[in-house]
């Protein structure tokens, strides 16, 4: 089976609620509860943090595709999703800050053993983010790993392995870096009677 699709958008917007950042970036202790002045004598032990504050924005522009298509051959399957996103203040003709860099991602799994155990694969692909904007980060790309088996209709086990080439990188308007090398196993048994 296959399925697929698409979504064009052209949105004017009055009194668009943006980001910005504002004054210069401080350091923080990496360290919770460590007192600010380390970062005096110590800058390694700290990261710079930045300050953003809301702004209204009179007029502005959001226009964007997004796609999304499925194929299934029993045996396997794919998807592709993706999302292109601009943004632009009528007024200064610059960008908005809160709009989401261009993103593509794929999964690709297989299954066995009567559907029973699930295995796969996913690939994310960030843009980075569009020029002139107060936050810059840079584009990425992620790769994770899954599995699942169903042992019956009572009892199933998960394992997720997410950026499996411990990328490092930062979501957009985050902060903080995100994690590296995540590995999630799971169980689920259900308790049920008659």
Not at 67 to 82: I, K
Request: glycine share 8%; net charge neutral; charged share 20%.
């Amino acid at each position: 089976t296959f399925r697929a699709k698409v979504n064009v958008f052209r949105n004017k917007i009055d009194d668009y609620i943006d980001m910005e950042e504002t004054g210069s970036p401080y350091l923080v202790p990496f360290i919770p509860g460590m007192p600010s002045s380390v970062c005096n004598r110590a800058p390694q032990l700290c990261m710079p943090m930045y300050s953003y504050q809301y702004v209204n924005v009179a007029r502005a522009k959001i226009t964007g595709l997004e796609l999304e298509a499925a194929y299934d051959w029993n045996w396997g399957f794919m998807t592709v999703a993706g999302t292109v996103l601009n943004g632009k203040n009528e007024i200064t003709g610059g960008p908005l800050n809160s709009v989401s860099p261009d993103r593509i991602s794929s999964t690709l799994g297989f299954r066995f053993f009567d559907d029973k155990l699930t295995l796969g694969t996913r690939l994310t692909l960030v843009d980075k983010t569009k020029k002139n904007v107060t936050n810059p980060e840079g584009g990425y790309g992620l790769v994770d790993l899954f599995a699942s088996y169903q042992y019956n209709e009572d009892i199933r086990g998960d394992v997720v392995i997410q950026n499996l080439f411990d990328r490092q990188y930062t979501q957009y308007l985050n902060t903080e870096a995100s994690p590296g090398l995540t590995a999630k196993f799971a169980l689920t048994v259900r308790f049920a009677s008659k």
